[in-house]
């Protein structure tokens, strides 16, 4: 029993990641090089599904590399 009380304390912990004012691990500064758009998924990378959102960022905004 007490080690399923501590995964499911643990699970709550990953829930609570984003809050309606936004990320709450993100540093203050994080900005996105495409939308400049603060507190987004496309923000601050560091997760597979943060990178996904930034490169979907890319293709919406039209960026052209030089």
Known sequence: ??????KQSKNQKKKRMYTPE???????D?????CGEKQKPCSHVNSLS???AR???KKINNYKSQ
């Open 1 to 6: 029993m007490n080690h399923r009380k501590h």
């Open 22 to 28: 936004g990320y709450l691990n993100d540093p203050p």
């Open 55 to 57: 490169s979907v960022c």
């Open 30 to 34: 994080a900005k996105c090089p495409y």
């Open 50 to 52: 943060r990178a996904w």
